[in-house]
């Protein structure tokens, strides 16, 4: 069984997005496999990497979209994104300094924080893109 399974709960109805959360979902799952199999530090970093260049793409993607259409929500979304990519590049930083390992903390805090964001924050956005048009 993945460290985390892919849910129908988590699907926004915009299919750009929900195919960008299945890929972040999947790093994540390569990230914890990794961490248990032991792979070694260049390896780690390297799935580490991958995964922040993802998150930032996707989260630009979400954010075109709330500026193309004035999304009303978008400042406080915007600023869930900014956080959690601060977050993630501290620990990559430590990562790669070697003063932080890769834990379970850290898997689990990436794990809650992608799917209550999915939950409660683009959930929201999803059904305002489909108003708009989208799907
Ligand atoms: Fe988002
Ligand atoms: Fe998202």
């Known amino acids: 069984m993945p460290y985390i399974s892919w849910d129908d709960k988590f699907i ?9 959360h299945k890929k972040l979902v999947n790093m994540i799952n390569d990230l914890h496999d990794a961490m248990m199999i032991g792979k070694g530090k260049q ?7 991958e995964l922040v260049d ?3 793409s996707h989260f630009s993607t979400e954010e075109k979209f709330m500026i193309k ?3 009303p ?3 406080p979304h915007r600023s869930e994104h900014k956080k959690f990519v601060d977050q993630v590049s501290d620990f990559q930083k430590g990562y790669n300094e070697g003063k932080i390992s890769l834990s379970i903390e850290i898997m689990n805090f990436l794990k ?4 209550n964001h999915i939950q409660n924050t683009d959930k929201k956005l999803g059904p305002f893109l489909k108003e ?3 799907s």
């Open 43 to 49: 390896a780690v970093s390297k799935v580490i990497q």
């Open 132 to 134: 708009k048009g989208l």
């Open 54 to 56: 993802y998150t930032v």
């Open 73 to 75: 929500w978008m400042l």
């Open 12 to 20: 926004t109805g915009i299919r750009l997005i929900d195919d960008q």
């Open 69 to 71: 259409y004035s999304y």
């Open 112 to 115: 809650d924080w992608l799917v």
